[in-house]
């Protein structure tokens, strides 16, 4: 129900007046009709147009506090403000307390309108900011730069979003809580929002719900950024040109600038620049930096970083680290650079690698060279870890990027069937040890190894899509694309991408509308795509004679990678893991229980 106000009266003024109140012109201040309590406004000043709710409940009131040209809320506290709070619209139940200043200037835009240059320092890849921003939007945005009619379309969509945030107020939404901090400029904050101790907040977005609460701590520094439901910014955290997607973390001193965070992101401790951070990107160290390129699903050891400037034509090459690609302790990579999926990288290299065809592969360093293991993640127990504990990991509630978890999928599928065509064509070259390709170098009986690999998760891979109990779609798409966290068929996306050219589609809603349409259609398309490669492994169209029979030698390939990673997470328990364990152990029995215990390897 709407507050209504009324004008104050004398009484109330003389109130107001003799508990130290300052106010050059009384008749512009309304007060609520019912509950409202003169004695619960205290050493304040009130100038322009100043509207206050109800405060008679003893948990609110106005103390110590200049307020210029807002409205307030029913059961609202504000208290000890240093500054002033100006051209605000402060809902009920808020805390503010022992605050800068809290100003909005007319037509704010809160962060909405602020582009961002992910991937390549350079720009050209630029994403504009605004509330409802998704992983795929961005995705489309920044990747789909050989269309400019796309572009300038899809910046016109973002433009047509940002608008409908111009307003000439600020608000601050029911139930957020402000202490402890210096100057918030032009800032939204929404419902049930944390700010405690902020340095600094400028032309931004705070959005929150009850179920997702956003929160920002201790020192932290924030200009031209959105920040989405059930994020978190704290200790000392530096953001500029930023989006913070749902339940992201960016803590402990971290610095970002240009930067894409999306759904579950944690970053502490480094540093990055320029980065499109798909779903669960991950770096805690202190000495890593993530810098110009595309991540997904990534974790960064400690230590490791890129460099995107060769001292030629400036700032201007990228990495696309594909889905799970993990960068070991000290490892680097001079760009540009791009990891296939599944990719571990340990080691420096600097030969502008291209692994998109080398899925589940090690990138190692042996005298200065470049070398791949193709298939070896295959085996990891880590990589199994990994499948478990991203979807246990997703604390989202409103889940606006789309993401899907499987392991075995059509895009994934196309890449295991380009390492098997490229190490088979390499092994067909006899006579060699090290076969050289992509600037990246293969051992023979490892290109072997890599080859049986990349064949028994094909088959896995394709007896788990044959299984499932979706009715295949009427068409199969053969090519896939990894839309940061959403698998898709590239000819769906494409022909999204016209209609948006066309003017078909003109709005965030409708784009993201046939997003989620695509994805919920995920399993038949799956299921089409892999009953068209069987049958041209084949050569015949697919029987259900023909399915059940790769149905069957899937299963037998998906248990004998199954003990591949079990026989892995057996050899991370073996003796000489155990070192460091049980401390005052008399005998290895001891050793061993404290081991267990500690380990848990029975979870294994």
């Not at 246990?392 to 499987?406: E, G, H, L």
Request: net charge negative; glycine share 10%.
């Amino acid at each position: 129900m709407e507050e209504k106000y009324r004008k104050l009266t004398d009484s109330e003024i003389g109130i107001l007046e003799g508990n130290g109140c300052l106010c050059p012109d009384w008749g512009q201040v309304e007060v609520a009709a019912d509950g409202f309590d003169a004695r619960h406004v205290r050493q304040s000043r009130f100038t322009g147009s100043v509207k206050l709710g109800a405060n008679s409940s003893g948990q609110a009131g106005i103390y110590n506090a200049s307020i210029a040209d807002c409205c307030i809320g029913r059961d609202t506290l504000i208290s000890n403000v240093r500054g002033s709070i100006k051209n605000y619209r402060i809902g009920n139940g808020i805390f503010i307390e022992d605050c800068g200043t809290i100003v909005c200037d007319k037509a704010a835009r809160f962060g909405n309108g602020v582009v961002v240059k992910p991937i390549n320092e350079g720009g050209g890849r630029e994403v504009t900011l605004f509330n409802g921003l998704t992983a795929q939007f961005a995705y489309i945005m920044a990747m789909h730069r050989e269309n400019p009619a796309l572009t300038e379309r899809l910046a016109e969509i973002a433009a047509s979003e940002c608008a409908k945030v111009s307003k000439e107020h600020g608000i601050i939404e029911d139930g957020a809580r402000l202490s402890g901090c210096g100057k918030i400029l032009n800032v939204n904050i929404g419902c049930v929002a944390v700010i405690d101790g902020a340095s600094v907040l400028s032309n931004g977005s705070v959005n929150s719900t009850a179920e997702s609460p956003a929160y920002i701590g201790a020192d932290v520094k924030a200009y031209d950024f959105i920040c989405a439901e059930g994020s978190r910014i704290d200790n000392g955290a530096v953001i500029e040109r930023c989006f913070v997607g749902e339940n992201c973390r960016v803590d402990h001193y971290f610095s970002a600038t240009d930067c894409l965070f999306f759904a579950n992101s944690d970053v502490a401790n480094g540093e990055a620049c320029s980065v499109f951070a798909g779903p669960f990107t991950v770096s805690h160290h202190r000495s890593s930096l993530l810098i110009a390129g595309y991540f997904s699903f990534f974790n960064a050891g400690s230590g490791s970083n890129q460099s995107n400037h060769l001292f030629k034509t400036g700032a201007v090459h990228q990495g696309i680290h594909e889905r799970g690609c993990k960068f070991g302790s000290n490892a680097y990579v001079m760009l540009p650079a791009r990891e296939g999926a599944f990719t571990v990288v340990m080691g420096r290299h600097a030969s502008h690698h291209d692994t998109k065809d080398l899925p589940y592969s090690y990138l190692v360093e042996e005298d200065g060279k470049t070398y791949a293991i193709p298939g070896a993640n295959l085996r990891s127990f880590g990589t199994a870890r990994d499948m478990g504990k991203w979807p246990a990991r997703d604390k989202r509630t409103i889940k606006r990027d789309i993401v899907n978890f499987a392991e075995y999928n059509p895009y994934i599928g196309e890449k295991l069937s380009a390492g098997i065509g490229l190490c088979k064509k390499l092994l067909e070259k006899s006579g060699r040890d090290v076969h050289l390709v992509n600037r990246i170098r293969i051992k023979t009986p490892l290109l072997k190894r890599g080859y049986d690999l990349y064949n028994t998760a094909f088959d896995a891979l394709l007896g788990a899509l044959l299984s499932t109990d979706a009715e295949p779609a009427k068409t199969a798409h053969r090519h896939w694309a990894d839309l940061s966290g959403m698998f898709a068929p590239a000819k769906e996306i494409s022909d999204l991408l016209n209609d948006i050219e066309k003017g078909a589609v003109n709005d965030a809603e409708t784009i993201n509308s046939r997003l989620k349409r695509i994805h919920d259609s995920y399993d038949s398309y799956a299921k089409a795509w892999a009953v068209a490669v069987l049958g041209d492994k084949l050569g015949h169209e697919a029987t259900a004679e023909d399915i059940a029979t790769a149905v069957e030698k899937g299963k037998a390939a998906t248990e004998t990678i199954a003990a591949m990673r079990r026989d892995d997470s057996l050899r991370d328990n073996d003796g000489v893991m155990q070192t460091g364990y049980g401390i005052d152990a008399a005998d290895a029995e001891t050793k061993a229980s404290d081991f267990g215990e500690v380990r848990k390897t029975q979870r294994h």
